[in-house]
DNA sequence: AATCATCGTTCCGATATTTGGAACGTTATT
DNA sequence: AATAACGTTCCAAATATCGGAACGATGATT
């Protein structure tokens, strides 16, 4: 069990330990309140002194990863993003992937993703699209659940039936649409079959409209475990039309790991 | 002398203070490689002891801020790109900006930059161009100087000429092209044209090929200090059509600013 | 305009974490 | 196989954090 030691928490909030992991769970704070927040809103929801979340608080201002607005609310700071430009641009994974994402999205002419999980999460790592209808950076950082969406259950196909079984007591099954799956041993059952098939599917469970395939890719060791997908609205992805594309995801996919373990050597 | 107080410290490496402070600065040095780092390369770049160094990176790969590869380097974590992407959505200067820029882009045809101020650096808040040729994320978080830029320089005229006088000698001015102003009194002359003018110029000083128009916008109280601007390659961007621009930009910028009065309320 | 309540900031002894040198395994190289 | 380089662990000493309480600022209410 040695994999599960750095794995990161669950996706929940303020369980980082030592000096940087409270400071890291007072930034998760601010990230999850989609607007400014203040100072007593934030002390009402992390329990600790004032002292002491004052000091925090400042730390973080200081090192630019929050800002103070003139009403004493706070904001996550811009330093954020050249981290995460950076993040962005350096992945290997992302990097590798780019040129099979592309592909895909030019057999099918809809919508590619790439996410990674991440605890209990799905954090979108890459996004191609023709119309830039939807703003950039729309999509990609973004964290959505693992039970609804087409990468999160093609991430968890990739780990075996007893670590999945672990996961879903911490899952929070939340009804997004009519279709959405809240019953865990029905959610379980879905992750099988993807697991056999190789390919996952979302039929409007997370937004009313929007369906996708997915499938998983991941190194061997699986410390590295994603799904790519490809999305369309409802009108546009019947039956037969999503039948068609499970072949090319799947492909896809494969074509991404075989790249992985060229580039970056077999793991484990 | 109030305002100094919280500035962010200039971008160069390893100031930080506290505990907080320490693990950012080992954050920002592997986010400043633009490659996976290895842990003896780390400690030489760092002038720390081995066994604070190890614990340290430790603690970030805990929370997600770090990976360690099979190899024992280290890559920035995909946390940071959840943490950017609230960071970006919930911008509210950005939120404002963004109508005007894509109104500066209609009526030009060219891209449309929007960069803040950070210590000495410029880091791109948005981007709005036709063609997706470029890929997303491309420019947005990314950081560059303020010395070479169109939107870093207009940024610097929003400040006082003494404030801009005692960061000269904190800038490298470092020669990206044969047009680059490397001289930090021509620098400083630059800037304050831009200031009387409302506008700033960057003519292939940062890249061949690339010439852009700029204009500042701030609160009033300088605790927000920008710019935007539009960028052509040079054979589209001529000296005429360039002064075509001027206008256009300054008009966004003052319309932006209008917004900001407005919908943040006037500051100081 | 004055009062009161809420909010944010500062202070300092007690506490817990970080620090940093050295010793110990582990992996790559000759 | 021997050697060197690398990464990890350990623990007493140093130091930053912690957290309660007092203080100052802000702004809502009468």
Same mark, same amino acid.
């Given at each position: 069990?040695?994999? !599960?030691?750095?794995?990161?928490?669950?996706?929940?909030?303020?369980?980082?330990?030592?000096?940087?992991?409270?400071?890291?769970?007072?930034?998760?704070?601010?990230? !999850?309140?989609? /607007?400014?927040?203040?100072?007593? /809103?934030?002390?009402?929801?992390? %329990?600790?002194?004032?002292?002491?979340?004052?000091?925090?608080?400042?730390?973080?201002? /200081? /090192?630019?990863?929050?800002?103070?607005?003139?009403? $004493? =609310?706070?904001?996550?700071?811009?330093?954020? &993003?050249?981290?995460?430009?950076?993040?962005?641009?350096?992945?290997?994974?992302?990097?590798?992937?780019?040129? $099979?994402?592309?592909?895909?999205?030019?057999? @099918?002419? #809809?919508?590619?993703?790439?996410?990674?999980?991440?605890?209990? #999460?799905?954090?979108?790592? %890459?996004?191609? !699209?023709?119309?830039?209808?939807?703003?950039?950076? =729309?999509?990609?950082?973004?964290? =959505?659940?693992?039970?609804?969406?087409?990468?999160?259950?093609?991430?968890?196909?990739? &780990? =075996?039936?007893? @670590?999945?079984?672990?996961?879903?007591?911490?899952?929070?099954?939340?009804?997004?649409?009519?279709?959405?799956?809240?019953?865990?041993?029905?959610?379980?059952?879905?992750?099988?079959?993807?697991?056999?098939?190789?390919?996952?599917?979302?039929? #409007?469970? $997370? #937004?009313?409209?929007?369906?996708?395939?997915?499938?998983?890719? $991941?190194?061997? %060791?699986?410390?590295?475990?994603?799904?790519?997908?490809?999305?369309?609205?409802?009108?546009?992805?019947?039956?037969?039309?999503?039948?068609?594309?499970?072949?090319?995801?799947?492909?896809?996919?494969?074509?991404?790991? %075989?790249?992985?373990?060229?580039?970056?050597?077999?793991?484990?």
């Amino acid at each position: 069990m040695e994999a !599960e030691r750095t794995r990161p928490r669950p996706s929940g909030s303020a369980n980082g330990t030592g000096t940087l992991g409270k400071a890291i769970d007072v930034l998760e704070l601010v990230a !999850e309140t989609d /607007e400014p927040i203040r100072f007593t /809103e934030i002390l009402r929801r992390c %329990d600790q002194p004032r002292g002491t979340l004052h000091r925090q608080l400042s730390n973080l201002v /200081e /090192e630019g990863l929050l800002v103070v607005n003139r009403d $004493h =609310s706070y904001s996550l700071g811009v330093r954020l &993003l050249k981290f995460a430009s950076k993040a962005w641009a350096n992945n290997e994974f992302r990097v590798i992937a780019e040129p $099979h994402l592309r592909r895909l999205h030019e057999l @099918t002419g #809809e919508t590619v993703h790439m996410g990674v999980l991440r605890g209990l #999460e799905v954090i979108y790592l %890459d996004k191609v !699209e023709s119309r830039q209808a939807v703003r950039m950076y =729309s999509q990609i950082g973004n964290a =959505s659940p693992v039970f609804c969406t087409g990468v999160g259950k093609a991430a968890l196909s990739c &780990l =075996s039936k007893e @670590t999945v079984e672990e996961m879903l007591p911490r899952i929070a099954f939340r009804r997004f649409t009519e279709h959405t799956l809240v019953d865990p041993a029905t959610f379980a059952k879905a992750i099988d079959r993807a697991r056999s098939e190789g390919v996952a599917y979302d039929r #409007e469970e $997370h #937004e009313i409209g929007i369906r996708c395939v997915a499938a998983p890719i $991941h190194t061997a %060791d699986r410390s590295f475990v994603a799904g790519i997908s490809v999305t369309a609205p409802a009108y546009r992805a019947g039956e037969e039309t999503i039948a068609g594309w499970v072949d090319l995801v799947r492909e896809a996919a494969a074509a991404i790991m %075989d790249d992985m373990r060229n580039r970056l050597g077999p793991r484990v």
